[in-house]
C-alpha cells in the first residue's frame, strides 16, 4: 500500500480557519437555540449570534478552503515534496464509506445552519429591534416618536423598503454606509429629511393603504389651551375633505382625489427641505397641463421651469405618518386635555412650553431644567398656590418632563424645527407652500386658499360654546385678536409652535 499524503488541510493557514469555524459554531449554536426558544429580546444579542459569529466562521471555513488551494498549488510547484494524488475513493473500504457518510452528514448539517442562520439573519436585519434600538443613540427620535404614532405596529422596513430585492439590495448596501457612519461618529444631527432615497409612496404606503375609496369627510377636532393666565381651553371642530379620486361626477372631489389619483403634480423645490415651491405643473385626467408660478418666489418663471421637478405623492403631505415630533404647543395642549398636568395651576400653558422649547444640549440638562424651573416659577410668583397644590405642580413638572422625552431629542437635535410636518398648514407651510394664493397660471387660475376648499369648520370656541353649537358651516374666528386679518396671511408667520412665544 502506498503512502497516503498528507492531508491537504494540514497547513497552518486551514488550522487556523478550521480552529475559528468551529468556535464560532461552538459559541454561536448554543446561543442560537436560546434565542429561539425564549422570548430574550437583546437587540445586541442578535448581531452576535445572526451577524458577528456566522460572519467568523465563515470567514474561518473560507480561510481553510484558501489554505488547501494554496497546499495544493504548493505541492504542484514541488511535486517531489509530496506527490499531488486525487483521494481513491473505494466504497469496498469500511472505513472510507464511514469517513465519506460522516463528511455527507456533516455538510447536510452546515447546510441547515446557514439557512437558519442565513434566514434570520436577513429577517434580524429587517426587524424593528434592529433599525430602532442597536443604533439607539441615532435612531433614537425617530423610534420614540414611532412607538406614540398610529404606526407604532408596521414594521420600518414596511415604509423604508418594502417588498422585492431591488429595494432590499439597495437598502442593504445603503445599510452598510450608515454602519460606517454610526461606527466612525459620522452621521448628521439631525438626519436630514426629506429622504432622498426613499422608495415611490405607492409601493410602500399603498400596500395597506387605498386613498382611492376615501369618500367624504372625516370629522376632526382641534384642541388648544391659550397662553394666558387661566389656559383657557379653545376648540375647533372641522370636517376634513378626504375625499377620494372615483367620485361620482366628473369633477374629483377632495384632497386625495385632486392631489394623487385622477390629476398629476409636479412640483420645483427652490430648497433642500421642498419648502419653497416656485413651480407647480399639474395634469388633469384628460391629460391637459397647467402651469402655476409662484409670485412670491425670487426666482424667474424661466429659471423655476428649469429646476428638477418631483411628482407629488403621499409623503409630500404625511411628511410625518410615523415621526410625529409635537410642538410644544400641540404637546402641551393634549397633556392638559388629558388632564396629565393640572390646568387650573395659573399659566401653566405658557410656561411648560417655554421649558419645552429651551436650547438644551443633552436630555438630562433639559429634565433636569424642568424639574427645577417649573416649581421654582410658582414658588416665586404664586406663593399661595405653591403651598396648596405643590404636588400638582411637581407632577405637571414630571409631565413635562415626559412630553420633552417624547418630542423633543437634544442629542441628535431631532424636534419640530428640524422636521417639518406638512399636513396642514399652522406651524409650518405645509399645503400653503402651494395654496397660498400667490401661485398662479398664465391664464390666471390659482391655487386656492379658500378656507373652505379643503375643510369645513362646523364649531368654534370655548368647549361651553362649542357644546351649545349647531354644527353648520362657518367662518373661521382667530381665538385672539391680533389686530390683523389672520386668514389673508401665512399662519406660520406669526406661529411657531409655541404660540409666537
Ligand atoms: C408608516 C411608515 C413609516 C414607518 C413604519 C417608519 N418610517 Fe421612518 N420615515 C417615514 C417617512 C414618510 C419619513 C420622512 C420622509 C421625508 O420627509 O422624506 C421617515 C423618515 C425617517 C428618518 C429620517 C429622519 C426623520 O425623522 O425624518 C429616519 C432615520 C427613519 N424614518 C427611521 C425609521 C425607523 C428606525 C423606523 C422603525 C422604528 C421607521 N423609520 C418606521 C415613514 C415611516
Ligand atoms: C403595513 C401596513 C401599513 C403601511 C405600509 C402604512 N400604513 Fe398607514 N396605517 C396603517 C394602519 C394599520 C393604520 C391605522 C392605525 C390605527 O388606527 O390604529 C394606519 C394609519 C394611517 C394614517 C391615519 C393616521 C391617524 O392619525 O389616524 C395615515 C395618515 C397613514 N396611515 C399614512 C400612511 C403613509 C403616508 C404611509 C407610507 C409612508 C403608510 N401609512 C404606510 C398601516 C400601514
Ligand atoms: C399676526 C400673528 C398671527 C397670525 C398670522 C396667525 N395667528 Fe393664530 N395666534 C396668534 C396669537 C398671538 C395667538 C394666541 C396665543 C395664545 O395666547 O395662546 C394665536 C392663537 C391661535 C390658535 C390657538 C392655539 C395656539 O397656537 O395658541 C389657533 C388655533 C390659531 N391661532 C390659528 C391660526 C390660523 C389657522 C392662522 C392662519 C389662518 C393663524 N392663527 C394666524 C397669532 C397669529
Ligand atoms: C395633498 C396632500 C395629501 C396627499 C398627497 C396624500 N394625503 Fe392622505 N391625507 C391628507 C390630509 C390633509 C388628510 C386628513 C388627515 C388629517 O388632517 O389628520 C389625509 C388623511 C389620510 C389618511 C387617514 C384617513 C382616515 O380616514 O383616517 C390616510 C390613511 C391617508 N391620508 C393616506 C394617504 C396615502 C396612502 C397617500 C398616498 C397615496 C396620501 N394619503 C396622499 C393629505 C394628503
Ligand atoms: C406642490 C404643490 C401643492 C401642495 C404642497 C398642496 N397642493 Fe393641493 N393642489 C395643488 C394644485 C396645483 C391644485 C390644483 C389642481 C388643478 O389645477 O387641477 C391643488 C388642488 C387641491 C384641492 C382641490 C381644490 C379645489 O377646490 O379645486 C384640494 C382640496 C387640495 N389641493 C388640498 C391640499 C391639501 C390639504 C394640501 C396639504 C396637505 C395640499 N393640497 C398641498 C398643489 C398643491
Ligand atoms: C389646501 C388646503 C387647505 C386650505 C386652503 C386651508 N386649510 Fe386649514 N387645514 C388644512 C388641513 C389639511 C388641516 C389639518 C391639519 C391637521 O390635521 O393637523 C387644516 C387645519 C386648519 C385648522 C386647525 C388647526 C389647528 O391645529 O387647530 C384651522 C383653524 C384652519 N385649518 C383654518 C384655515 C383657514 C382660516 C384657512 C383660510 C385662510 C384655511 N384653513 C385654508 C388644509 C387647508
Known amino acids: 500500500m502506498t503512502e497516503q499524503p498528507k492531508r491537504l488541510w494540514r497547513n497552518p493557514a486551514s488550522l487556523l480557519g478550521l480552529a475559528l469555524a468551529f468556535i464560532a459554531t461552538a459559541v454561536g449554536l448554543p446561543l442560537m437555540f436560546a434565542d429561539l426558544l425564549s422570548a430574550f429580546n437583546n437587540p445586541y444579542a442578535g448581531i452576535l449570534i445572526y451577524l458577528t459569529l456566522p460572519g467568523v466562521a465563515a470567514f474561518g471555513v473560507a480561510l481553510a478552503l484558501a489554505g488547501m488551494l494554496w497546499e495544493r498549488r504548493r505541492r504542484r510547484l514541488h511535486p517531489d515534496e509530496a506527490p499531488a494524488l486525487l483521494p481513491i475513493i473505494d466504497f ?69 423598503v418594502g417588498p422585492g430585492a431591488k429595494w432590499f439590495v439597495h437598502a442593504k448596501l445603503t445599510g452598510l454606509y450608515q454602519v460606517y457612519a454610526t461606527a466612525f461618529n459620522k452621521y448628521p444631527r439631525p438626519i436630514p429629511t426629506p429622504v432622498r432615497n426613499l422608495r415611490p409612496a405607492e409601493e410602500t404606503c399603498a400596500q395597506c393603504h387605498w386613498p382611492a375609496k376615501f369618500f367624504g369627510a372625516q370629522q376632526k377636532s382641534f384642541v388648544h389651551y391659550l397662553t394666558d393666565e387661566k389656559n383657557s381651553p379653545w376648540r375647533i371642530q372641522t370636517l376634513i375633505k378626504i375625499g377620494g379620486g372615483q367620485s361620482a361626477g366628473d369633477a374629483p372631489v377632495g384632497i386625495h382625489a385632486h392631489m394623487n389619483i385622477a390629476n398629476e403634480i409636479y412640483y420645483a423645490a427652490a430648497d433642500e427641505k421642498r419648502q419653497d415651491i416656485p413651480y407647480i405643473k399639474a395634469v388633469d385626467r384628460k391629460g391637459v397641463a397647467t402651469e402655476y408660478f409662484s409670485g412670491e418666489s425670487k426666482l424667474s418663471p424661466e429659471q423655476a421651469a428649469k429646476l428638477p421637478l418631483r411628482r407629488m405623492d403621499c409623503v409630500d403631505c404625511h411628511t410625518r405618518p410615523s415621526h410625529v415630533f409635537n410642538t410644544p404647543e400641540q404637546a402641551v395642549s393634549r397633556a392638559l386635555e388629558a388632564g396629565l398636568a393640572d390646568a387650573s395651576l395659573p399659566y401653566l400653558k405658557r410656561e411648560a412650553m417655554r421649558l419645552l422649547a429651551g436650547e438644551y444640549k443633552t436630555e438630562a440638562e433639559a429634565l433636569a431644567k424642568i424639574s427645577q424651573e417649573l416649581p421654582e416659577f410658582y414658588r416665586k ?71 373652505g376648499a379643503c375643510h369645513t369648520i362646523v364649531a368654534q370656541g370655548t368647549p361651553e360654546q362649542v357644546a351649545k353649537a349647531r354644527l353648520q358651516a362657518q367662518p373661521f374666528k382667530h381665538p385672539v385678536d391680533v389686530g390683523v386679518d389672520v386668514t389673508q396671511m401665512r399662519c406660520d408667520s406669526c406661529h411657531n409652535g409655541t404660540s409666537g412665544l
Open 381 to 451: 410668583n404664586y406663593p399661595a398656590v405653591y403651598a396648596k397644590k405643590e404636588a400638582a405642580v411637581r407632577q405637571a413638572a414630571a409631565a413635562v418632563g415626559e412630553l420633552l422625552r417624547e418630542n423633543v431629542f437634544p442629542e441628535m437635535k431631532a424636534d419640530w424645527r428640524a422636521h417639518e410636518n406638512n399636513l396642514g398648514h399652522l406651524v409650518s407651510a405645509g399645503c400653503f407652500r402651494c395654496h397660498d394664493g400667490e401661485h398662479k397660471s398664465r391664464d390666471g387660475k390659482v391655487v386656492t386658499k379658500d378656507c
Open 92 to 160: 469496498n473500504d469500511a472505513r472510507q464509506r464511514l469517513t465519506l457518510a460522516a463528511y455527507a452528514g456533516l455538510a447536510a448539517v452546515i447546510l441547515v445552519l446557514l439557512s437558519v442562520t442565513g434566514y434570520r439573519a436577513y429577517d434580524y436585519s429587517d426587524s424593528v429591534r434592529f433599525c430602532g434600538l442597536v443604533c439607539h443613540q441615532v435612531m433614537k427620535p425617530e423610534y420614540e416618536a414611532y412607538l406614540h404614532s398610529p404606526h407604532a405596529r408596521v414594521a420600518c422596513v414596511a415604509c423604508h
